[in-house]
């Protein structure tokens, strides 16, 4: 029988078949072509699972070990530890043995069943980036006290307080104040019969700190001293208010520079009394808001001069006063600027109570704007214009914190 021999497709019927062998290879090629780029974004967006992790991070571990440990490792693991378990090998003592083998040569896992040698523990986990592990008696590590998280290069930079309540508070209330009686040239200038005539700026700024510092002496003696309203007022501060209440600008009889000296005198011997423990001062949170209440209606009144267009009188307000405005908010400013910056250390417990810390932060950091602020020459522009106005500009900052103040004071 002979096999009948199969012709060649010719004519139409070969063209087809050519054709149809050449689309099945473009349709292959092209489909290789576009799946080959999602292949790869398939591994890019693949991410290893907690289980994958661990082996892979246990195979990593066996291909570093030495025979002697993998064999350990295998031993391990037949008797149903897991493989994801590291093993350490203890140090030999100098008698040969390891520190688990006992007298008569076995080890502490064959002498415990059930229990689990030291060896056999589970490796801990490592710690994630920024968390501080627990440990018994050990507290938690904090943020630096010496500098207010608001963002780098704020300037705003806290103190570091005495252990001793109120030191710091009263040392910084010292401080301002025998800066500007001694520490600043001329001394104090507001009662100058001549000179202080051509230094409005400087005897408007000391204006200010001496109206913030009444304040402070007030709260200072009212409530931050004492321990409830049947509690009696301190002498010295007693005479330390009525002496700042004296006028700033009296010449002699007495003069201005020696009412505030002995003012200052007081505080002194107040601190002292602090330090010995005859005096106390208190770290609540109802002490705290009483100082922010004061500090708040101050900024009220501050605002005010900085936006008023005519006194009350009906009289405008001249180019020529903008700038006692401008350097009396400058003077309040910097005195609840240093003062708040003690009060953000020494009554952080009390502001993590109320959840008041980052608005601590932001008045501070809003004081800090208006502290910074030092034009050559004061403007009074239009708010539209294109001149300053630096009423205006150091107004934000401080109605912003005089906001901030109002809020702390509503908890």
Known sequence: MT???KLPLTGP??????????????AVFWGLFLAGPRWALALQKHTLTPSEQIQASAQSRKAHETPSQTAHSTDAEEQGAAPTQREHTAAPTSS?????????????????????????????????????????????AHEP?????????????????????GVTFVETMINLMEHELHGRFLG????????????????????????AMRFTTLRLKDSLTRMGEADTYDRDLENALNLFMNKATLFWFPSAESSYGEAVEHLKKFLEKLKTGRRSFY??????????????????????????????DGSPVSFFE?????????????????????????????LVTIDAVDIMDEI?????????????????????????????????????????MGIISRF
């Open 145 to 165: 006290a010496g500098e207010v998280p608001h963002g780098e290069g704020e300037g705003v930079h806290l103190p570091e307080i005495s252990p001793i309540p």
């Open 3 to 5: 096999r009948q021999r």
């Open 322 to 350: 903008v700038d006692d405005y401008f350097y009396y908010a400058k003077g309040v400013a910097h005195v609840m600027y240093e003062i708040l910056k003690v009060a953000r250390v020494g009554f952080e417990d009390q």
């Open 283 to 312: 770290y609540r949170v109802d002490n705290f808001m009483s100082l922010i209440t004061s500090y708040g209606d101050l900024l009220g009144n501050v605002n005010k001069s900085l936006i008023i267009d005519r006194h009350g």
């Open 13 to 26: 019927w070969a063209h087809l078949r050519r054709t149809a062998l050449v689309a099945a290879g473009v």
């Open 188 to 211: 104090w200038r507001p009662n100058d019969l001549i000179l202080g005539r051509f230094t409005d700026n400087i005897n408007n700024y000391q204006l200010g700190v001496l109206e």
């Open 364 to 404: 501070l950091h809003e004081l800090h704007r208006a502290e910074e602020m030092d034009p050559w020459i004061v403007l009074d522009g239009d708010l539209d214009g294109f001149i300053a106005n630096h009423r205006a500009n150091i107004n934000a900052p401080l109605s912003e914190a005089a906001h901030l």
């Open 96 to 140: 040969g043995q390891s520190p688990e083998m006992h007298a008569g040569g076995t080890s502490a896992a064959h002498e415990a069943p059930g229990r689990e040698s030291a060896s056999h523990l589970p490796e801990p986990a490592l710690p994630l980036p920024g968390h501080q592990e627990e440990r018994p008696g050990v507290p938690l």
